[in-house]
């Protein structure tokens, strides 16, 4: 007799398949939990506790490493790109990391105070950045500039000079060890991912891929011979297009060629007196002379001479054709204002790098104006004055003769001792660095101009001598 198969049940049998894979599932989610992620998918664990958090890297560091902690500096960009931007000074928080420098809106401690997020911040990448200290790129004292291989350009200030120079120091010292290749290591750190409390290590592979070559931006630091030297699309070249330029750039003449040719100009605002004057081959700069003759010819009875302002963008024309042209006529109409004329001659002195009151003799005078007896005071001036280097004492005689001129029409053109005094103290005279009272520097200033206005003839001796 043969057996009968049992009879199995439609729904015993759909329950033993669900039943296997059900268990199928588990073991293969269980074993998929025993194996690490890979490291372009590994998640960072949540952690709702943001007090908690902890966004330390393996050792311990906290991204690129602060070198300087931050401080309100003057900021000004004036290149993105190699293309030149308007210059715009704004107060900005400044902090210096190991391989860059950060510009914040203000500080973290100033954000929270006002309820506002903390702003994300603009970085320079200091990798092959050049820092230097510039008297031409800012009327500002205490100026160094900051330019990146990519063309941007940034310019720092702060009105007290130890400040600036500790940042100048810093930033010269973090750009070098960069350039040394004692950044790498840092900024290899920071590319770490972050995580709470543990590191995942990716398993090695039995063929590990190779790694991505870095982009590194040494490309941006060649010269342009290196790169028309070596480009691999030399073949290419068919028109000899790079060969002409290559030739182009090295007979390119030097800038002192340019220069004796008379193609490129030497300024006159802004440029030290003693290179102008050696320049010119005189004593007393020529469009110093120019100014006090044209004032004198027609302006010694206007109405607050040297204390009215002329209008500035007619004063900062003329300024652009003295740096540019030769000969010059004041007497054109365009010129019919006589105080723009003085305020040009005004902003010629205020501009200098180092004013006519030398900086080494600034203490020496104020010292001089300390004197109470009045004799001692005007001997102790005069001595001073004939230490000065020639083309300052003989633009000092020119300027002072002309103001006592200016004087002597006080009572239609309404300028006293005092007043010439108040517009030439600041202008002939400054200390070199900002550590003590400023208001006191400025009474101090004043006195010395004004005592030198009074004593002109005992000091400088007759006109014509």
């Known amino acids: 007799m043969q057996k009968q198969p049992a009879m199995v049940l439609p729904g015993a049998v759909q329950m033993r398949i669900k039943s296997s894979q059900s268990n199928t599932g588990e073991r293969l989610s269980q074993t998929k939990s025993m194996v690490l992620p890979e490291p372009d998918t590994l998640q960072k664990p949540i952690n709702r506790h943001r007090r908690n958090q902890s966004q330390h890297n393996i050792d311990g560091s906290i991204g690129p490493q602060t070198v300087l902690k931050g401080e309100y500096l003057n900021k000004a960009k004036i290149a993105e790109g190699g293309k030149k931007l308007r210059k715009n000074w704004t107060s900005t928080w400044v902090v210096l990391c190991s391989n860059q420098l950060?510009?914040?809106?203000?500080?973290?401690?100033?954000?929270?105070?006002?309820?506002?997020?903390?702003?994300?911040?603009?970085?320079?990448?200091?990798?092959?950045?050049?820092?230097?200290?510039?008297?031409?790129?800012?009327?500002?004292?205490?100026?160094?500039?900051?330019?990146?291989?990519t063309g941007h350009e940034f310019l720092l200030?702060?009105?007290h000079f130890p400040t600036i120079c500790k940042w100048h120091d810093a930033i010269k010292k973090a750009v070098d060890s960069l350039s040394s290749g004692a950044g790498g290591q840092s900024s290899g750190r920071a590319a770490l991912h972050r995580s709470n409390s543990t590191e995942c290590v990716p398993r090695p592979t039995c063929e590990p891929s190779k790694p991505k070559p870095k982009e590194t931006k040494s490309e941006n630091r060649r010269s342009i011979m290196f790169k028309l030297n070596y480009s691999a699309s030399d073949s290419a070249d068919k028109n000899g297009v790079k060969n002409r330029l290559k030739k182009f750039i090295s007979r390119r003449p030097s800038m002192k060629t340019l220069q004796e040719k008379g193609l490129i100009k030497d300024r006159v605002f802004g440029c030290h007196m003693l290179t102008l004057c050696e320049r010119e081959k005189t004593t007393v700069p020529r469009f110093v002379k120019l100014c006090v003759e044209e004032v004198e010819k027609r302006g010694l009875e206007a109405d607050g001479i040297y204390r009215v302002s002329g209008n500035l963008a007619i004063i900062q024309k003329l300024r652009?054709?003295?740096?540019?042209?030769?000969?010059?006529?004041?007497?054109?109409?365009?010129?019919?204002d006589i105080h723009v004329i003085t305020g040009a001659l005004k902003m010629f002195f205020r501009e200098l790098p180092e004013p006519l009151f030398p900086f080494r003799f600034f203490d020496l005078f104020v010292e001089a104006i300390k004197i109470r007896e009045a004799t001692q005071k005007v001997q102790a001036m005069k001595k001073l004055i004939h230490q000065l280097p020639k083309p300052n004492h003989n633009t000092m005689k020119l300027l002072f003769?002309?103001?006592?001129?200016?004087?002597?029409k006080s009572k239609k053109n309404l300028m006293s001792t005092q007043g010439i005094s108040i517009v030439f103290g600041p202008t002939l005279m400054w200390p070199e660095f900002e550590l003590g009272n400023m208001e006191v520097n400025m009474v101090y200033q004043n006195q010395i101009v004004e005592s030198i206005l009074i004593g002109c003839v005992e000091i400088f001796g007759p006109e014509g001598k």
């Open 157 to 159: 200030q702060a009105d």
């Open 401 to 408: 003769n002309h103001l006592r001129r200016v004087l002597t």
């Open 102 to 149: 950060l510009f914040y809106k203000e500080s973290k401690q100033e954000a929270v105070a006002n309820l506002k997020p903390g702003g994300k911040a603009d970085g320079v990448d200091l990798c092959g950045a050049v820092i230097e200290w510039t008297t031409e790129k800012s009327s500002r004292k205490n100026v160094i500039q900051i330019t990146t291989p």
């Open 320 to 336: 652009f054709l003295v740096d540019q042209e030769e000969e010059l006529d004041l007497g054109d109409s365009q010129w019919e």
